[in-house]
T-cell receptor, first 113, second 116 residues
Framework: GQQVMQIPQYQHVQEGEDFTTYCNSS?????IQWYKQRPGGHPVFLIQLVKSGEVKKQKRLTFQFGEAKKNSSLHITATQTTDVGTYFCAGIAGGTSYGKLTFGQGTILTVHP | GAGVSQSPRYKVAKRGQDVALRCDPISGHVSLFWYQQALGQGPEFLTY????????KSGLPSDRFFAERPEGSVSTLKIQRTQQEDSAVYLC??????????????FGNGTRLTVT
């Protein structure tokens, strides 16, 4: 079945440093979504990418979807303590008739002030 | 309501007991998903409803797991004869569209199940 892998599993940064997490799918995706889960909380939707090579920005966050629609990345510029949490990518396999998301295992980000 | 509501928030069950977890999705949302999240892992798909129809139950780990959404709104996930490996957070999510390619999931706070 479809597998979605994320690296790294953990990332510790000093406040102000940049952070990147990478997501790779075993199959071509129709789209990819990113979620953030704060400690003790539930996943919260950040963004969706649909087009091959798509790049979207949200303030300090930059999301990319690979040309082959099998990989994606999230880059945070100048991290802040409010960025702490687990970042998940979640993909919908191509040809799926509904939005069944397969989640990666997440990257846990800690930010030291 | 304003968001997806799940109850109970925490559940402790003795091994062998049956449990029922409730999900109240956002009003008007067609799609409803159940996910299982083990500690330190990403959510794992369990089952999907479009209105009252259960279109995919391929993620249910065993026949001890049963889900329903009889009126296309509230959903219940039932686990019979609970085992220790069932301990996890059970997340419910809803989305507006039926084929939710462009519709993000709205998650509830989850039910943390601990089987002793």
């Amino acid at each position: 079945g479809q597998q979605v892998m994320q690296i790294p599993q953990y990332q510790h940064v000093q406040e102000g440093e940049d952070f990147t997490t990478y997501c790779n799918s075993s199959t071509t995706l129709s789209n990819i979504q990113w979620y953030k889960q704060r400690p003790g909380g539930h996943p919260v939707f950040l963004i969706q990418l649909v087009k091959s090579g798509e790049v979207k920005k949200q303030k300090r966050l930059t999301f990319q979807f690979g040309e082959a629609k099998k990989n994606s990345s999230l880059h945070i510029t100048a991290t802040q303590t409010t960025d702490v949490g687990t970042y998940f990518c979640a993909g919908i396999a191509g040809g799926t008739s509904y939005g069944k998301l397969t989640f990666g295992q997440g990257t846990i980000l800690t930010v030291h002030p | 309501g304003a968001g997806v509501s799940q109850s109970p928030r925490y559940k402790v069950a003795k091994r062998g007991q049956d449990v029922a977890l409730r999900c109240d999705p956002i009003s008007g949302h067609v799609s409803l998903f159940w996910y299982q999240q083990a500690l330190g892992q990403g959510p794992e798909f369990l089952t999907y409803f479009q209105n009252e129809a259960q279109l995919d139950k391929s993620g249910l780990p065993s026949d001890r797991f049963f889900a329903e959404r009889p009126e296309g709104s509230v959903s219940t996930l039932k686990i019979q004869r609970t085992q220790q490996e069932d301990s996890a957070v059970y997340l419910c999510a809803s989305s507006l569209a039926g084929a939710s390619y462009n519709s993000p999931l709205h998650f509830g706070n989850g039910t943390r199940l601990t089987v002793t």
